[in-house]
């Protein structure tokens, strides 16, 4: 292997160091910022560690063919201790206020969602429910009003059939007799 390989081979572990720090800054501040379970904090640790891993594995496959050496491992120290030494505080910075931003347009949708959905769906349907108020309001009032009118005629119509009622009763009581005895 030519030096001017193992060069860029060294070059890439420190990129690829550099890359490591930044993508734990932002695991570490996603992780902070949103309640996990305990349990799932350990997983994605693991999840980070072997996606890691395949990175850099990937990065060395392309710088060298795959060979490991000591420069490997000085690279990505470097890479790691470059990355936390000036770039850590303001790849926090900005994770922070991406994260701030996600949360302010998840905010907005939901405020877009709740005033032009929500509200008119519950706007309506007070609607409606004062409609069919103010229709039972009126059919109350309206079938009181027609009973009113109708009980002079009820009374009426009440002496009227007061003969028939008693005749009525006489014809059916034997047959009532028959079936009410079995």
């Given amino acids: 292997?030519?030096?001017?390989?193992?060069?860029i081979s060294l070059l890439m572990m420190i990129i690829s160091g550099m890359m490591l720090g930044i993508i734990y800054d932002i695991y570490r501040v996603v992780a902070s910022q949103i309640?996990?379970?305990?349990?799932?904090?350990?997983?994605?640790?693991?999840?980070?560690?072997?996606?890691?891993?395949?990175?850099?594995?990937r990065m060395l496959y392309l710088s060298n063919s795959g060979e490991v050496r000591f420069y490997v491992f000085l690279g990505l120290t470097l890479g790691i201790i470059f990355h936390y030494v000036y770039f850590s505080p303001l790849t926090i910075k900005i994770i922070i206020l991406v994260i701030r931003w996600i949360k302010a347009l998840?905010?907005?949708?939901?405020?877009?969602?709740?005033?032009?959905?929500?509200?008119?769906?519950?706007?309506?349907?007070?609607?409606?429910?004062?409609?069919?108020?103010?229709?039972?309001?009126?059919?109350?009032?309206?079938?009181k009003f027609m009973?009113?009118?109708?009980?002079?005629?009820?009374?009426?119509?009440?002496?009227?059939?007061?003969?028939?009622?008693?005749?009525?009763?006489?014809w059916f009581r034997p047959i009532l007799k028959r079936f009410t005895r079995r």
Avoid: E
């Fill in 1 to 7: 292997m030519s030096l001017s390989s193992q060069f």
């Fill in 35 to 57: 309640y996990f379970r305990r349990w799932l904090i350990s997983s994605l640790d693991v999840v980070y560690w072997i996606l890691s891993t395949l990175f850099v594995f």
């Fill in 106 to 143: 998840i905010h907005f949708v939901k405020k877009l969602f709740s005033i032009f959905i929500i509200i008119p769906i519950k706007m309506i349907y007070r609607c409606i429910l004062i409609l069919l108020g103010i229709i039972m309001a009126i059919s109350i009032f309206l079938c």
């Fill in 147 to 170: 009973l009113q009118l109708l009980y002079p005629i009820w009374r009426v119509l009440k002496w009227l059939l007061k003969p028939f009622k008693t005749n009525i009763l006489k």
